[in-house]
Every structure is written in structure tokens, then in C-alpha cells.
């Protein structure tokens, strides 16, 4: 049987590093965009991460 964990998690200023720990941690294709990628010039905000998206066949074993 297979099955899909589609979580959507939330982190405040470091997602990019949580990200890069779970593709560490599980392997897989990860994809981020930034909210500049968005649209959003703040240069505060801009390089932050708005969405990441960790794709692994580890679970289809």
C-alpha cells in the first residue's frame, strides 16, 4: 500500500536551514522559492524562504 505525508510546516526565519536539515536527514529533491521569487521586494523578506516542497521515494520501498 502506499501512502503520502503532505505536511505543511511553518517556520519563522529559517526555513531554508530546516529544509536543507530534512533533505539532509531523508534525501530526496528539494525545491524552495523565496518571497522576492513572489514578487515581494522587501529586502528584509526577500530571501526568506515562502515555500519548500521535499519530494523522496524512500517510503515506496
Known amino acids: 500500500m502506499t501512502s ?3 505536511p505543511y ?3 519563522r526565519d529559517n526555513a531554508r536551514a530546516a529544509m ?3 533533505q539532509r536527514v531523508f ?3 528539494l ?3 523565496t518571497f522576492g521569487e513572489f514578487g ?3 529586502p528584509q ?3 526568506l524562504i515562502m515555500h519548500a516542497q521535499l519530494e523522496t521515494d524512500q ?3
Open 59 to 61: 517510503g515506496s520501498r
Open 31 to 33: 525545491r524552495m522559492n
Open 40 to 42: 515581494n521586494p522587501d
Open 45 to 47: 523578506v526577500a530571501d
Open 27 to 29: 534525501g530526496g529533491d
Open 9 to 11: 510546516l511553518s517556520f
Open 4 to 6: 503520502r505525508l503532505n
Open 20 to 22: 536543507e536539515h530534512y
